[in-house]
């Protein structure tokens, strides 16, 4: 199989791994028998589009920080993408919340095993329609997912992934391995912030 760009952001429910695919079309479906529609927007994500969202709203010293501890751990790939990431964000002016706790590797995204979607009102997405997210949390549970509503310190009402807790590997280093096997790092430049 080849391998995916690091930059991939996919809407494609097809790209999620069957058995998790399968459960959030029925969520999609429960929740229309419910007068709630969802709408999927980030499906399977690559690492340098996780490591954008992970940038946003954190200041340059807490960026370069964080990609000095991965030089230090050897995780040249999750330090690339990083790198990367802090050097484009950091030529816009930002006042951005923090998007995501979760570094290049950890997010279940990376892997077809989770998915963001949104209520959509008359065919604009609403973000703020608490009771229709409430439906959508309650349905992902009742099919044994974990929903980001549950989430501890990051609320995510628009996330939700297969009933895994915790990171995808034990250590960075063996992040940092899964994402170089999976994603393709050929056309990343080394950058400095």
């Given at each position: 199989m080849p391998k995916l760009p690091v930059d991939l952001n996919s809407r494609d429910i097809d790209l999620l791994i069957p058995e998790f695919r399968e459960k959030v079309l029925q969520v999609i479906s429960a929740c229309a028998k419910r007068k709630v529609k969802l709408v999927p927007y980030s499906t399977l994500r690559g690492p340098l589009t996780q490591a954008q969202f992970w940038c946003e709203g954190r200041s340059k010293q807490q960026i370069l920080d964080v990609i000095e501890h991965f030089r230090q751990l050897s995780c040249p790939n999750i330090q690339k993408v990083l790198s990367l990431a802090?050097?484009?964000?950091?030529?816009?002016?930002?006042?951005?919340?923090?998007?995501?706790?979760?570094?290049?590797?950890?997010?279940?995204?990376?892997?077809?095993?989770?998915?963001?979607?949104?209520?959509?009102?008359?065919?604009?997405?609403?973000?703020?329609?608490?009771?229709?997210?409430?439906?959508?949390?309650?349905?992902?549970?009742?099919?044994?997912?974990?929903?980001?509503?549950?989430?501890?310190g990051f609320i995510e009402p628009v996330h939700i992934q297969l009933s895994r807790l915790g990171k995808p590997a034990k250590s960075f280093y063996e992040l940092d391995r899964l994402l170089g096997e999976k994603f393709s790092y050929d056309f990343i430049p080394t950058v400095s912030i």
């Open positions: 802090g050097a484009q964000i950091k030529k816009k002016p930002t006042n951005s919340a923090i998007k995501t706790k979760s570094i290049p590797g950890e997010s279940w995204h990376h892997y077809g095993e989770a998915v963001d979607m949104y209520v959509e009102v008359k065919g604009k997405p609403d973000w703020h329609n608490l009771p229709a997210y409430a439906i959508y949390t309650e349905e992902a549970e009742r099919l044994g997912l974990t929903s980001g509503a549950r989430f501890k």
